[in-house]
């Protein structure tokens, strides 16, 4: 059941404005910079958009996106703006350029043993890796004279597909620096995604007549999976490895608001899920889904967290023409919120 690559995700979409491309070994990372010659010396402000590629993709399956974002937001910029927007691919872990054992980038049926523990290890490193980033690029950028004092990179806005959206989802509970997510074909429940993995691949850990119990905590799922779920994993974090509680009784929304004000208070995610996706389906996102927008439109609503969540009728496991035309409007929309001042965010 190996993750083939995403369609185009630009198909039946105009051709995205020609952005240049500059890339930088920043920390022994090669990171694609889109939209640097194009920033006007006048800007005092500048936003990033850290893009996360798909599981057997590269950075490059992202310049599609960046282009149509950057360009997107220049073209609509107003011209007394003090704010530009610059987007930022890197390869994730064991992918392009950082490769160094393809078959950890494969699942249980293509002879991967290590299928949950590799694909977890990539995306939470991919994480680590978005933060050092965040620290380093501006020590890279805007060195000239002329650029003094250089604009300051002060909001980050993560977007990610398939791979790059489980990423996205941690990206966004991890740092505090990224006010705003787009989720495309991503998953916020790890656990869920690779027991329902485990029964489609026929794991003799996953017992069928039992449901499931037991694969946490089995090989294929060991107990420092479990625990590092709990620590990384969205729905690990607020509850560990027992089940989604949709509509929490006020016991325990009072347990779960300082772990969401800790993690995503006054955030901003915009989600993107095919519905007829196979390889992470919505059934695997739903319930966790369902509890964090009724938390933002409800119980939550006063945390100024925001959460719009878009099932998309047909779509499989493809980054769409309209999920492309949504996560651009909304990375547009951020930015401009945003201003010459500090990360204020979109609420579409």
């Known amino acids: 059941m190996a993750e083939k690559e995403t369609p185009n995700p630009m198909a039946g979409l105009p051709d995205p404005p020609a952005v240049s491309v500059k890339t930088l070994a920043v920390t022994g990372i090669m990171v694609d910079v889109y939209g640097l010659e194009e920033l006007p010396s006048s800007l005092t402000h500048v936003s990033v958009l850290w893009l996360h590629n798909p599981r057997l993709g590269t950075k490059a399956r992202m310049a599609p996106m960046a282009q149509r974002a950057v360009g997107e937001y220049n073209a609509t910029r107003a011209a007394t703006s003090k704010r530009g927007l610059i987007a930022a691919a890197f390869d994730q872990r064991n992918h392009g350029t950082r490769e160094v054992h393809p078959l950890a980038n494969q ?22 890796d978005t933060r050092l980033l965040i620290d380093a690029l501006p020590g890279y950028l805007f060195l000239e004279p002329s650029q003094s004092p250089p604009p300051a990179l002060d909001q980050h806005i993560c977007l990610g597909v398939s791979l790059g959206g489980h990423s996205t989802w941690q990206a966004l509970f ?29 794991l003799a850990t996953y017992d069928r007549s039992a449901g499931g119990a037991g694969f946490l905590g089995s090989s294929d799922f060991p107990p420092g999976l479990v625990a590092q779920c709990a620590r990384y ?18 016991e325990q929304q009072a347990r779960l608001r300082p772990i969401l004000d800790a993690h995503v208070k006054g955030k901003r995610l915009l989600m993107c899920t095919g519905g007829d996706d196979k390889l992470v389906p919505w059934r695997c996102s739903e319930s966790f889904t369902k509890f ?57």
């Open 107 to 128: 699942s249980w049926n293509k002879g991967n043993p290590f299928h949950a523990q590799d694909m977890f290890g990539i995306v939470s490193g991919t994480v680590v």
């Open 174 to 202: 991890a740092e505090p620096r990224i006010t705003a997510g787009v989720s495309i074909i991503g998953c916020p429940d790890f656990q869920l995604l690779m027991q329902d993995r485990a029964r489609l691949s026929k």
């Open 233 to 250: 994993d969205p729905k690990g974090i607020l509850f560990g490895a027992d089940g989604v509680v949709e509509s929490p009784p006020e």
């Open 292 to 348: 964090f927008t009724g938390a933002a439109d409800g119980w939550y609503k006063d945390s100024g967290l925001v959460a719009d969540n878009r099932v998309y009728p047909g779509r499989g496991h493809e980054c769409s023409p309209e999920m492309v035309v949504d996560a651009v409007r909304f990375v547009c929309e951020v930015v401009q919120s945003a201003g010459a001042g500090g990360p204020a965010v979109s609420r579409i």
